[in-house]
């Protein structure tokens, strides 16, 4: 059924282009039967109310469309089957505003599995605001037109070299008030390239020890106002002997090295 929204306001009146509540005999049940309305209507925000849900398929997303939870403790997104799902953003290139595509997520949390439900782009020249998420990181193509901002976000780092999934940060990504948790010795945290701006985050040690917060070859960038806990000797930049050569600031910045004792 169509979200009760949808049914009993003016268009300009609405919020959301849809809700999904499967609890709700006037909402969506599923997340995929709200992508395809909102498509079929242009775009807008679709509201997913608190629980489960689960995807059963891969979704492709315009630009147009954003996702919104009721926060990433309470809306919690997985896949059906166990197998990874993807959700991956387009450009709409024929929508008003398709020079730069501008969408958002925010308020849903998923797990750091591989059996897990991931976002992506599949295209150029699209933004994403990210905010108030758990584990939600978008894999991009690393490219100048493409860049996401993460504000109020959670995630969590293992000690594994995709860890998580890489968090490989693409052309002047922008974190700010970010928490890294760390969930083993030696976890890993951000792959930085040119760009990236880390501002007022708290790299977390969690009781443990010798992690390699930051790594990677950027060439410029900024981190500002943020704490990392208990780096290993080698854990800053510590694939890149000469990145202090380069236009790299890091400003009102704690660091603290070796293990947590």
């Known amino acids: 059924a169509e979200s009760v929204v949808n049914d009993k306001l003016p268009s300009r ?18 997340i995929e039967s709200a992508v395809d309305y909102a498509i079929a209507q242009g775009g807008g925000d679709i509201f997913i109310t608190r629980g489960y849900h689960y995807i059963s398929n891969d979704l492709l997303l315009p630009h147009t469309l954003s996702l919104i939870g009721e926060g990433y403790s309470e809306t919690q997104l997985l896949s059906f089957d166990g197998d990874p799902k993807y959700i991956d953003f387009y450009n709409d290139e024929t929508a008003s505003n398709g020079d730069l595509g501008i969408a958002e997520i925010r308020g849903i949390g998923v797990d750091m599995t591989d059996s897990t439900v991931s976002f992506g782009t599949v295209d150029t020249n699209i933004s994403i605001n990210i905010s108030e998420c758990h584990n939600v990181f978008v894999f991009k193509e690393v490219t100048a037109t493409e860049t996401m901002t993460y504000e109020k976000c959670v995630f969590e780092c293992y000690n594994t070299s995709w860890n998580p999934k890489a968090l490989a940060t693409g052309y002047n990504d922008t974190f700010r008030d970010c928490v890294f948790n760390a969930n083993t010795n030696n976890s890993r945290g951000l792959e930085l390239v040119d760009g990236v701006s880390i501002n007022n985050c708290r790299f977390l040690a969690k009781g443990f020890s ?41 400003i009102g910045t704690t660091f603290h090295y070796g293990a947590n004792t």
């Open 13 to 30: 009146a609405r919020r959301y282009v849809a809700i999904v509540d499967p609890d709700s005999e006037h909402d969506f049940d599923t």
């Open 210 to 250: 010798n992690h390699y917060w930051i790594f990677g070859e950027p060439l410029r960038g900024t981190i500002y106002a943020t704490t990392f806990e208990y780096l290993h000797r080698y854990g800053f930049f510590s694939d890149l002997a000469g990145a202090w050569n380069n236009a790299f600031s890091i």
